[in-house]
């Protein structure tokens, strides 16, 4: 029976084997169409492999009873749960592409036929095999005539031509379809075309029979055109007549009328008829008349002459003629400043515009100038005049500076007394002016700055002045022509004077360069503040030159820097190679610094008895005297050596600089970037790579060189982004991209230097252990011997005298993290050692048993002062037990946790102690 049920199932497996195959292809097939958003097309159907099987849709046959257990609604809870969110996307998407696939049907059929434009044609080509749309389609290929006639008989070939021919008289019918649909358009636009052309050729007739009647009016016109053309040339040579006749009567008294009026100072009539004449003779032709030959030269000449007055009365009313007063009053202010010391006044010139304003209030005065403007205008040369007044105007300004150097720069023996200012001419040289500003100091050349910068203003304010003035009287009718010359010319006086003036200051500035680096702060200051009122001069007239001043007093600041930056490198490296690694009492200005980049809530003031004084407030007394122990930033206190003491001190000189010449941020901060990684790469060499014991004669690195060094670098860390803040906090983004990465990049460096710094405390205590634990073994043999085991070995006694000394040395000077760091590391490292080494040890074999328990009892007081020693290092509680667990675990296993807890504190009492 059992193999009559064997061989059956064996009879219905290819059966059911091909079920399975269909039933998973029908699975595979199945999840694209349903997975499809799109709508059910028929093709889609068809690409589901199952779509032509029907045999999955039997019933299959009823389960035994029992062998599947009951199924409900709750067991689809979950699957449900999981899929609801992408079933609620599944149906967006769905209503999506059908709210698209409206909009398509109305855009593609807008006049609602029914079906869309060449869909049943598509659908038609559809049913047809793909096969019959190859280019390589041929019946007389065998390959392709078996794949169509599949090889049988002749019945099933006229079935498969009866099949293409249903194909075939399917396409046609849709194409006569749609051949149908677009005919009623193509007879409409036949129809359109048609009635087009008609229109066309009736306009044409009535244009060309337009082109005959203008044809016989132009005829018309021309002889009439004709005939007024020659009556007007006859009236017109009459007149010319007439015209002639009357100027020869008015030529022979023009000339001497012209004269008379120049004499009288009447320019506009004898321009207006000196004008009116050279018109008539340009005019009527008079100079071919044999009798008027010499008429033009006559008239170049009284035009010449005329010009020439015009001009000499135009000067003599626009001269600037308060220049000596100027002059005298800027020496003055020149010598109140020697005597005063620097004065910072505001320049505003008085007797300057007296001048102006007296011919702003001559209303005659007044008219005459615009007369003698509306002369030059008329007889064209205003042009010349106003060009040449831009030169007049810089020549002055040159002969006041001349001045002004001659009154300050002579001494007063060489002085010619009771001559006027004016009257004192310099014949010296250029390289006589530059040696004679090379040999004053430095108030003397202030103060000529100062003179010379007072004049300019004046001689600016008066020419800008009359070229105002000029404008308003060029506004009249006569002269409005010229309102734009004018204007430029105000421009050009502008610029002629301050090129005059930025030129005089950057030769005077450039005579003392060799002197820039000698100068104090105050004093560059001093001198950059007039030259910046210089370039703001010609920011005030709108005056856009090349920036050589500019360039000379930034080359000069440059300098200054670069004086200062040298010095204090060479300084910096000679404070570390004579460091001796001592703590060091700062003078109190270095607080002050520290301050000065700290926000109001974190500075320290210094207190009366020298002891550092946290304040929220803003100190507003005097700098201390005082020395520091300690330099404090905010609340937090770091000892510190000499040579970082001469580091805050240069780091203060750069933000002088910084403060007075915030242009030059970006050279100041990277030379405040060179200093600093300089005193950290020169530290780490002389410490960590014991370049000290050779340089400042020290016999060895300790661990208290090594803390002093690590408080220097921890105070540079904190003061690194203050003083980023200090120098880039106004800055702008551009110049913040080129200072921060090296910040950031030094702040890394100090980081690792103070991690190498801890690295070799650690290191150092670990060869001293390593050196004690290298003779335990020897010193575990002598243990029986000992009187007394209650008490620790000698080797264990100079463990911990090694762990109190160090805790004796860096308490007092490192920070509270910087303890936790050292010490962590240092109870890890000696809490792994000791476990090993004391867990390596054994008695002799030779010991006797008392020996032996003596030897034990020796090994159990060494390992529990040792840890006593450990837990009495300055960590929290949570660290030490983290940091000592090996040690701790070896105790307990081999002491006891209870008993032995008690000894373990006793003696890390005494130990510490």
């Known amino acids: 029976m059992a193999g009559q049920s064997v061989n059956t199932y064996d009879q219905q497996s290819p059966k059911a084997s091909a079920q399975d195959g269909q039933l998973y292809s029908a699975g595979q097939g199945l999840a694209p169409v349903v997975n499809n958003p799109g709508p059910v097309s028929p093709l889609s159907i068809m690409c589901w492999p199952a779509a032509l099987d029907r045999s999955w849709q039997e019933a299959p046959p009823p389960a035994s009873p029992g062998l599947l257990r009951e199924v409900t609604w709750g067991d689809f809870d979950e699957y449900l749960q999981r899929l609801s969110e992408l079933h609620l996307s599944f149906n967006q998407a769905r209503q999506q592409l059908e709210a698209d696939s409206v909009r398509r049907i109305i855009a593609r059929d807008p006049i609602g036929t029914g079906h869309l434009r060449g869909e049943g044609l598509l659908q038609a080509l559809r049913k ?6 190859q280019e390589a389609f041929s019946l007389t290929r065998q390959e392709v005539f078996e794949e169509v006639c ?7 070939w006229c079935q498969t031509v009866e099949t ?10 849709e194409l006569l379809n749609e051949i149908a649909a677009r005919s009623d358009s193509f007879f409409e636009a036949a129809e359109s075309l048609q009635a087009l052309q008609q229109s066309l050729e009736v306009n044409l007739q009535h244009i060309k029979e337009l082109e005959g009647r203008v044809a016989g009016l132009d005829k018309i016109m021309c002889k009439k055109a004709a005939a007024v053309r020659r009556l007007h040339v006859h009236r017109g040579n009459l007149k010319e007549v007439a015209e002639i006749v009357q100027v020869l009567e008015a030529v022979l008294h023009a000339q001497d009328a012209i004269q ?6 009447d320019y506009s009539s004898a321009v207006e008829l000196l004008g009116n004449l050279k018109y008539q003779c340009e005019q009527q032709g008079l100079t071919r008349l044999h009798c008027l030959r010499h008429l033009p030269d006559s008239l170049a000449n009284l035009s010449n002459s005329l010009i020439t007055a015009l001009e000499e009365d135009f000067e003599a009313t626009t001269n600037w003629k308060s220049s000596v007063v100027l002059v005298g009053e800027a020496v003055q202010i020149a010598t109140n400043e020697r005597g005063s010391g620097p004065l910072d006044i505001d320049l505003e010139p008085s007797s300057s515009g007296r001048s102006v304003s007296s011919l702003e209030g001559d209303e005659e005065l007044c008219s005459f100038l615009q007369s003698v403007l509306g002369g030059l205008s008329q007889l064209g040369a205003l042009s010349g005049t106003l060009s040449r007044y831009a030169a007049k105007a810089a020549g002055e300004l040159k002969a006041a500076f001349l001045n002004v150097m001659e009154q300050i720069l002579t001494p007063p023996a060489e002085k010619v007394p009771d001559s006027p200012v004016d009257e004192q001419d310099s014949s010296r040289s250029s390289t006589e002016w530059r040696k004679a500003m090379q040999a004053c100091d430095h108030a003397v050349f202030h103060g000529l700055l100062t003179a010379c910068l007072y004049v300019a203003e004046g001689c600016c304010h008066h020419h800008v002045s009359v070229c105002e003035l000029l404008g308003r009287l060029t506004s009249g009718a006569r002269i409005a022509g010229h309102k734009a010359m004018v204007d430029l010319l105000m421009t050009e006086v502008c610029e002629a004077l301050v090129e005059v003036l930025h030129k005089h200051f950057a030769d005077m500035l450039n005579a003392r360069s060799t002197e820039v680096s000698s100068l104090a702060m105050s004093q560059l200051e001093q001198l950059v503040r007039v030259a910046q009122k210089s370039i703001d001069l010609g920011k005030k007239y709108d005056v856009r030159l090349a920036p050589r001043l500019n360039n000379v007093v ?8 670069e004086t200062i930056h040298t010095k204090n490198v060479s300084r910096l490296r000679e404070l570390l190679d004579m460091e001796n690694w001592k703590k060091y009492e700062a003078p109190a200005r ?15 003031e210094v207190g009366e008895n020298g002891r550092i004084e946290t304040s929220s407030e803003p100190s507003t007394s005097a700098p201390s005297v005082h020395s520091l122990p300690a330099i404090a930033v905010g609340k937090q206190e770091y000892r510190i050596v000499f040579s970082a003491a001469g580091l805050i001190e240069c780091l203060g000189e750069y933000l002088a600089f910084h403060k007075a010449f915030p242009e030059f941020v970006t050279e100041t901060g990277q030379f405040v970037l060179e200093l600093l990684t300089s005193f950290n790469t020169r530290s780490c060499q002389l410490l960590l790579g014991a370049q000290a014991m050779r340089t400042s004669g020290l016999k060895s690195i300790t661990a208290k060189h090594l803390a002093l060094c690590s408080q220097c670098i921890y105070l540079l860390r904190s003061l690194h982004r203050p003083l980023a803040a200090a120098l880039l906090g106004s800055e702008g983004q551009s110049r913040r991209a080129i200072l921060q990465p090296d910040f950031d990049r030094l702040n890394q460096d100090l980081i690792t230097h103070c991690d190498s710094i801890h690295s070799k405390l650690v290191s150092i205590m670990k060869e001293r252990l390593i050196l004690s634990t290298r003779q335990l073994a020897s010193s575990a043999k002598e243990w029986p011997h000992k009187d007394d085991a209650t008490e620790p070995s000698n080797i264990a006694l100079q463990i911990g005298k090694q762990l109190s000394t160090l805790s004796q040395v860096l308490v007092p000077l490192l920070l509270e993290e910087q303890i936790i760091d050292v010490f962590t590391r240092v109870a890890e490292t000696f809490s792994s050692v000791l476990a090993e080494s004391f867990q390596s040890l054994e008695p002799d074999q030779e010991f006797t048993e008392d020996q032996a328990e003596h030897w034990h009892h020796q090994w159990r007081t060494d390992t529990v002062y040792l840890l006593g020693c450990l837990r009495q290092m300055p960590l929290p509680d949570d660290v030490k037990e983290g940091s000592l667990k090996e040690l701790s675990y070896l105790c307990s296993e081999t002491v006891g946790n209870e008993v032995h807890g008690v000894q373990v504190a006793q003696k890390g009492t005494g130990a510490g102690s």
């Open 128 to 133: 047809v095999p793909g096969l019959y749309f």
């Open 150 to 156: 599949h090889g049988g008989a002749e019945e099933e």
């Open 164 to 173: 293409l021919s249903g194909y075939m008289d399917t396409i046609e019918g």
């Open 260 to 265: 008379l009026l120049v004499l009288g100072k």
């Open 554 to 561: 930034q080359g000069q600041c440059r300098v200054f820097l």
């Open 590 to 604: 270095c607080q002050d610094i520290v301050n000065s980049l700290l926000p109001a809530e974190r500075s320290a």
